[in-house]
């Protein structure tokens, strides 16, 4: 018809001649070109801003101008001066087509935009969230035609939004009637999955917000997150007050056995921080949006097989002894006032799910986040705190198992050891000649060995070494020649420094001397030996039933993971040999997962078919872990060999006494 | 092959070959035969029950005999000895096929057998409840196969009863583990639809329970039923604790406009009167059988929209006024737990759907009872309270409406009227000639002409008159000649019997004259008038737009239904001229369809469909209404001619005063 332009969507490159005056939203829609709305056309939501280009565009024998768009009219120019638009973006809803045109749909405008990650390396999320908002109008009731306002509504969605709709809350429900009216018969519903209703809000409404949290047994973190954009609007933290039940989860376990029904006590109290975390983050990025936790929709949560079944109300016992057997390893939807949370009762809480007894739902977490499994290359993930869990695999085949480290990492069974705080020793190097180490403590950016550390710390004190200290005092300790490969204190070492001391029927060797006074003990070097053999060895049973001698990437995971630095955990031998280049700390992977399930439907379900593929190892009951263990605990190993991490670092010789070879002087660089 | 025998089941006529020795459930089930089983062939549910035939069958060649069957052995004979079993019947579990056999599935071995009613022309209830029990045996957790417990159960469910389970409440995953334990990996699993669990036991359990309530204004009335038998194990009966609120319903929903807020306490009443119903059908039933409120797995409920609406938690504000906006007309199911009831939190309540602002989830079930949609013959239906709710239609099309009654029916608004209660005038009759009426009471079998009356009702009292004698009072006075067709007292009646008085500017019947008098005014014939003339217009109408004069088959539903005497319904214009034989009352008709909804899956898909097809009329809005109305006000009517009704009972000469012609002096016989 000599009425129709000729339209293209970059970058969809999508196209089609359309009458003129047709709505760039509605030509987009008819196409199938990825370009967002909630409000519906009523130019209020701004989401589906659009560029017209200018120029001649050969390929499609058009000449595209922005004359081809009608001008800015009534709606588009307030909605420019209440939310501003920036330079020659056009509200698609407003904007018609008088003209051919190239039309560019640039990435914020898009439902299905990349939300990029702060690390380099890590895959880009795609947002597809399981909540919509979609504004319409509604049918009023009419005595001749007495369908109920929920059927209207239906209708409503699908004639304007072409969903079909065969669910909705009570809770909806509950206040449709009042929300039709309150709104003038438009209103805005959150749909979950593109088919059951989960909230109703009088009018247009644009705000759908998420919160990811990763319950930790000792702590819990969540970030809130815009659904609409994937931005995350505030990152929040806390204590988990299960601690007062015990430190550990062991001990937790320990206390539901002897106290039968406790457990319940534990859930309200996890599920009580979990929801005061999400008030809290909904305040916190209130300062900058405008911001209600009823605007929260989805939550996801992951955590280890205790917290996961805790948090679910699972009575936990059995993951306390063998055969470990998880009340369920799928993934568990509830809603929010199943909870017990009263922010919003139609909020879904997605819990990912766990893979085995000792393997949970924030390993499952981590697979999503490094994604292991849709790489060529062998990866090794290790997540260190009480028990270590391993991955390792690629697109192929993956692997997972649990090793039993101990709390030595976390600085328990350390005799100077202490949690990551103010005033914990977190990095150290020791002179190779005189044995003098310098020591940085965490809440002071300067070293034991600069001007003015006294008085920076002197407010903080000096009170124990953290888990990455340890790391790598003992690994300073190894390449100054104090400790041999076998961990044995270099007797001959107190002639060339006071620091090295006869202990007992040991040594010890002074870190420092204040009060308290840190000092590291033979038991100490033993106990790092043993966790990090077990860790080891965890990962060296997976390669083993890979098939392969080495892996080509490795991925610290977890707080104690984003701490120590990866160089030093080579040279304990807690992690097999690789490339450092390849060696990287991805901070809190299992957090990042659950922001991933929060953000992007096909991530749960890309998770619930991997679980269910990971080869789960149990540790304990292969029969070589023991053979592995026992070679694991010379540093870094008695047998396995260390190419990349000779060429990087000065090693001692390897199976000579420390004391004969104490290997080159020269400074290690750092990366 | 040789070893192969041949077996017919009857009364499917389902056959096959089996090899020798297999057992007689696992033949029917491979048949696909309707043989039911809960423990899954292990000799204790005593469902599987068959009779094997002896005789020659030429039609299939074979003579079957018992010898044909293994023996009974120590499992069946255990059973026998617990719970006894008739002659020749055998376990279809135990009993082994060892020859070629013409097996009976007797009724009660049916899964989907037929629930017998007690009404003659009801249709019969095919069982097919939507729980089902299923035992399974459940393999154990394995250090080398970590997989969640529920996994195992649904592998166990898979294999040992062919159910793809999708779906488990958070509750049966809570006591998942300690049940499995406790059971010795043997459970019972109650599943929803054949695909969501929604109980478990440990070990055997055989028993299912179900409830249907309606939720009347006045009173809330539930059956429990035994789902795997379809039997009514206890029927029980309260007031609606609502009344507090208001008598009827539009007081209620005043009072819910004038309180805000309000609706919840009003939620909340009637939720913890249901619960509180069912703790008691239990109770009751448990007087002779073993049950428990945690075998509760289904609810069905009814009531009419307001109550509906409150029940669900939905205010019923919209309800008070026009254009009388349902929240919602779809059926709505929702967990107990979400109701606020504790004794079973997998247990579903299934509220049957609303039809229109005025026709509720009760009209629904009634028309599930009755099924005019399934017949050919014209079905009239009306449910007579304070408003009166009327179907009309057959298997090609059903509309249905409401028409404003008031509450005369139910004794209000009449001045010796009261509910029915001991102490009630229900019947009555009065002599052609003397004017001398007699009566029965509530609470007492005699009429009050006979010998031993006085004594009988000393401790009940006379007190009052309810729906059913206030019926039949005035149209025995119509027939006596008392009052004409259009209501007025004919006063030279005076002169016949001193009963007659003039009071006031009009005149007054004497019914009793003891302490209270009782004592029928004009105003009294009067507002029965006005609310049957209501009652017969809003029949008229349907009748009007359905294109018909005459009606094939009438049915009184509800308790006043029941109540009352059919033919003086008719003597009095209440309903439309038909042939007696065809007018019956359906007592809780709702109440029944409720129970259909409990015991039938496929009847909650066919009243949802059918809700949706039913023409909804709107009395108010039609232009018909008054003329139907003001027609209807004469006794039976101005104009509509009732050739059924003249042939059953002496009528007083049309269009004439009464007192000029009080009509043969016969005495009309009853039914």
């Known amino acids: 018809m000599a009425d129709n332009r000729f339209v293209v969507f970059t970058p969809s490159g999508k196209r089609g001649s359309f009458p003129n005056g047709t709505a760039v939203l509605d030509a987009a829609r008819a196409l199938g070109v990825d370009l967002d709305s909630v409000c519906g056309g009523r130019g209020l939501c701004g989401r589906c801003q659009i560029l017209a280009s200018e120029g001649e565009f050969a390929k499609h024998g058009i000449t595209s101008t922005t004359a081809n768009l009608t001008d800015v009219g009534e709606t588009e120019r307030k909605y420019a001066d209440r939310r501003g638009l920036k330079p020659k973006h056009r509200l698609g809803c407003q904007a018609c087509i008088q003209g051919d045109l190239v039309i560019d749909v640039p990435p914020e405008s898009q439902v299905h935009k990349q939300v990029v990650r702060k ?52 809770s909806v429900l509950h206040r449709l009637q009042k929300t039709l009216r309150d709104g003038d018969w438009t209103v805005t519903v959150a749909v979950r999955q593109g088919h059951h209703a989960v909230g109703i809000y009088p009018g247009y409404h644009a705000r759908a917000l998420g919160i990811a949290v990763d319950v930790g047994s000792t702590t819990i973190a969540g970030h809130l997150c815009d659904l609409t954009t994937g931005d995350v609007l505030a990152s929040v933290g806390r204590m988990n007050p299960q601690i007062r039940f015990g430190e550990d989860l062991m001990s937790r376990v320990s206390y539901i056995m002897m106290h039968p029904g406790a457990e319940n006590e534990l859930t309200d109290t996890v599920r009580e921080a979990v929801e005061n975390l999400a008030t809290e983050a909904v305040k916190e990025a209130a300062k900058k949006a405008e911001v209600a936790v009823a605007d929260i929709h989805e939550v996801t949560v992951v955590g280890n097989p205790v917290m996961h ?49 000792h393997v949970g739902a924030d390993t499952a977490a981590v697979i999503l986040s490094e994604a292991p499994h849709t790489m060529d290359a062998m990866t090794l993930i290790v997540d260190v705190g009480t028990n270590a869990e391993i991955v390792l695999g690629n697109k192929e085949r993956l692997l997972a198992a649990s090793s039993p480290t101990g709390p030595a990492f976390e600085g328990a069974q350390i005799s100077c050891g202490q949690r990551a705080a103010p005033g914990a020793i977190e990095r150290v190097r020791i002179d190779r000649e005189t044995l003098e180490p310098r020591f940085k403590v965490i809440g002071c950016d300067l070293w034991s060995d600069e001007d003015g550390f006294a008085e920076a710390v002197a407010g903080i004190g000096i009170n124990g070494v953290c888990g990455s200290g340890i790391i790598e005092v003992i690994a300073e300790m190894y390449l100054a020649g104090i400790i041999d490969q076998d961990g044995a204190f270099n007797g001959t070492m107190t002639r060339t420094s006071a620091r090295v001391q006869e202990t007992g029927r040991s040594f010890s060797y002074l870190l420092h001397a204040g009060e308290p006074e840190l000092r590291i003990y033979q038991t100490d070097v033993r106990a790092i030996q043993l966790a990090k053999a077990a860790l080891y060895a965890g990962a060296r049973l997976l390669m083993d039933r890979m098939g392969v001698d080495r892996v080509d990437r490795i991925v610290l995971a977890g707080a104690f993971g984003s701490q120590i630095d990866v160089t030093y955990a080579m040279v304990l031998g807690m992690i ?55 070679a694991a605990m010379a540093v870094p190993h008695k047998t396995a ?20 070879s104490p290997g080159r002087r020269r400074r290690r660089k750092r990366g």
């Open 119 to 170: 690390r380099a390396e890590a895959r880009p999320i795609t947002l597809d969230p399981v909540v919509h908002l979609h504004t319409v109008d509604v049918t009023e009731p009419d005595m001749h035609d007495p369908t109920g306002d929920w059927q209207r509504v239906r209708v409503a969605l699908e004639d304007q939004w072409d969903l079909a709709i065969d669910g909705v809350d009570n």
């Open 309 to 357: 079944h805790l948090f679910l109300g699972l009575d936990p016992t059995e993951l306390g002894g063998a055969p470990f057997a998880l009340a369920t390893d799928a993934a568990i939807t509830t809603r929010a006032d199943e909870l017990g949370w009263s922010f919003n009762s139609g909020a879904r809480v997605y819990t990912l799910p766990c893979i085995a007894g």
């Open 576 to 630: 097999p040999d690789c490339d450092l280049v390849h060696v990287s700390s991805a901070g809190n992977a299992a957090g990042t997962g659950a922001r991933i399930a929060l953000l992007n439907n096909d991530a749960r379900r890309e998770i619930e078919d991997l679980v269910r593929r990971v080869e789960k190892i149990e540790t304990a009951v292969e029969p070589n872990f023991q053979d592995h263990f026992v």
């Open 641 to 660: 060999p260390y190419p990349n991490l000779a060429n990087a670092v000065d090693l001692p010789a390897r199976s000579q006494p420390a004391s004969d």
